[in-house]
């Protein structure tokens, strides 16, 4: 296959020598033979780049791996099974950035340079490489393809008590409805602020909500990041269009009393549907392991093994502090809402920030060291009030952790609602016309464009998000700045194996670089 041939400047070093022997009337047998000169050196030169390429993404990688059969074995040890989606994801990541199953080879024909990029495994629960592909791609389509250009938008984030965490995580259908009710009192907040400061009826509003499932100690942790126009958009008769019409900002009681709405709403939504606060959230089921990881990880406590039931050892550097809410901000029975968030319709760099935070994913590899004498440590991205820095884990709790983050299969974590829903009437004269086709690599900017076309843009390229989020160029050649291409796609062993190995004999017979040299 094409990726089996390794490169046009690899020599073919046979040995063999050309004579040429010829006879004379009156002389002896004369024979000239001429040897060919030398072969030049190979210059391939092999790069990899890959998820485990960081040292927090092969640490993580590893404890996976090697913990993998024992989180199986101790579930089993108590008559559990994991659900099949965990155990699935949880074995794709080991092969997440693995050469052996899979890469594209980029060459460039100047230099004889490859660059090898690995297949990922496309995880939604904790994966960091494949979280963070995904966050930049959401983040661009929402500001190219849903948010409207030139309105405020901002972010309202509702927390949920810890009872019912784990009934969320483990249901999906009322983890949506119980957004509805809650954005359903937000909407009412602006639709009545609109209609009593300016007078304006018919209003209707939007959001994109993003559904996240962890805290910053990886426990479990449902809750909502909705992005709203600050504002309420209207029918303009006379123009025949819809226009956006801003709003002022709410106030903290005003939020006080929208918690309040918020909290007697959903106590009765779900007391309608048998879960009210005397009766049970989840029924325990005996045969799975899930709910007994998604239990402990709500609780911040160890699910199996030794430590089965404690409580993860703490890292303190700082000295607490008294926690004071800020601005715009609510708390009532467990319920927080937080409306302080918001950017400027014109600045689409904040806007995109802001995307990216809410769409990011539950793990960063530079938060996750190897900690003396064994285990892991998880850094916090804040102290916590208490001065907590971070956490010790064992390998397994720190697996247990990562496995009860894992979404079920199917279930969205982006919703869209109001204008903003796929079906709402309103929506084709709300939403941007998205983005021309993509122009060639060298008129790349770094910023969104807000340019109008009727093809919508399905999935960004790889290298598109590359240079759109960190300005590189994935197909420029690192040795000579050359552009480089696809020269082969390597899927599975024994092929993978082999041109792995046939690129690695070619490189090492390559000469030292300028900078091996000089050392």
């Known amino acids: ?149 030139g309105v405020p938008i901002r972010q309202v984030v509702l927390t949920l008590p810890w009872r019912l965490r784990l009934l969320l995580a483990r249901r999906h259908d009322l983890c949506r409805g119980l957004l509805k009710v809650f954005l359903r009192a937000v909407f009412g907040w602006y639709r009545r602020r609109a209609r009593r400061a300016l007078g304006v009826r018919g209003a209707r509003c939007g959001a994109v909500t993003v559904i996240q499932r962890f805290g910053g100690a990886l426990n479990l942790n449902v809750h909502f990041h909705s992005l709203l126009p600050d504002g309420v958009f209207v029918r303009d008769e006379a123009l025949r269009r819809v226009r956006f019409v801003r709003v002022q900002a709410p106030t903290t009681e005003e939020v006080e009393r929208l918690v309040e709405q918020v909290a007697s709403r959903v106590t009765r939504w779900l007391a309608k549907r048998g879960f009210g606060e005397d009766e049970p959230a989840v029924e ?148 941007p016309a998205g983005p021309e086709p993509e122009p060639s690599r060298g008129r790349l900017t770094k910023r969104c464009t807000r340019r109008r076309s009727d093809r919508a843009r399905r999935r960004w390229p790889w290298s598109d998000l590359l240079w759109h989020v960190f300005g590189v160029d994935g197909f420029r050649c690192p040795r000579c700045g050359g552009s480089m291409v696809v020269r082969a796609v390597v899927i599975h062993p024994p092929a993978t194996l082999r041109v792995l190995g046939g690129l690695d004999r070619a490189a090492a017979r390559a000469p030292p670089t300028g900078d091996a040299q000089a050392a």
Not at 55 to 61: F, I, K, S, T, V
Not at 291 to 313: D, I, M, P, T
Not at 366 to 378: D, M, N, Q
């Open 284 to 431: 325990d089921d005996p045969d799975d392991a899930g709910l007994l990881l998604q239990a402990a990880s709500a609780a911040g406590r160890a699910a199996l093994g030794r430590r089965a039931g404690r409580r993860a050892q703490r890292i303190r550097t700082v000295a607490g502090r008294v926690v004071r809410l800020p601005p715009r901000c609510a708390a009532l029975d467990g319920y927080n809402v937080h409306a302080g968030v918001v950017v400027g319709g014109h600045d689409e760099e904040a806007v995109e920030r802001l995307c990216r935070y809410v769409c990011r994913p539950a793990l960063a590899k530079s938060r996750i060291e190897e900690a003396p004498g064994g285990g892991v440590v998880l850094r916090f991205k804040r102290p916590w009030s208490d001065g907590t820095t971070g956490l010790r884990l064992t390998d397994l709790e720190l697996v247990q952790r990562l496995a009860a983050l894992v979404p079920p299969p199917n279930a969205n974590m982006v919703l869209y609602h109001g204008v903003f829903g796929p079906s709402a009437a309103w929506r084709d004269q709300v939403v």
């Open 1 to 149: 296959m094409g990726g089996e041939r390794l490169s046009n400047s690899v020599p073919t070093d046979t040995g063999q020598r050309s004579t040429r022997c010829g006879n004379s009337a009156g002389t002896a047998l004369a024979c000239d033979r001429q040897v060919r000169p030398a072969p030049p050196a190979s210059t391939c030169t092999v790069e990899r780049r890959g998820p485990c390429s960081t040292p927090g993404g092969a640490l993580l990688r590893r404890v996976v791996r090697d913990q993998l059969p024992r989180l199986l074995d101790a579930a089993e040890a108590q008559g559990r099974t994991v659900p099949a989606f965990v155990r699935r994801e949880l074995e794709a990541f080991v092969r997440c950035g693995s050469f052996a199953n899979g890469f594209a080879d980029l060459h460039c024909a100047a230099c004889d340079h490859h660059r090898l990029v690995p297949f990922t495994c496309g995880g939604r629960g904790f994966c960091p490489s494949c979280g963070g592909r995904r966050m930049a791609e959401r983040a661009c389509h929402l500001v190219e393809r849903v948010l409207p250009v």
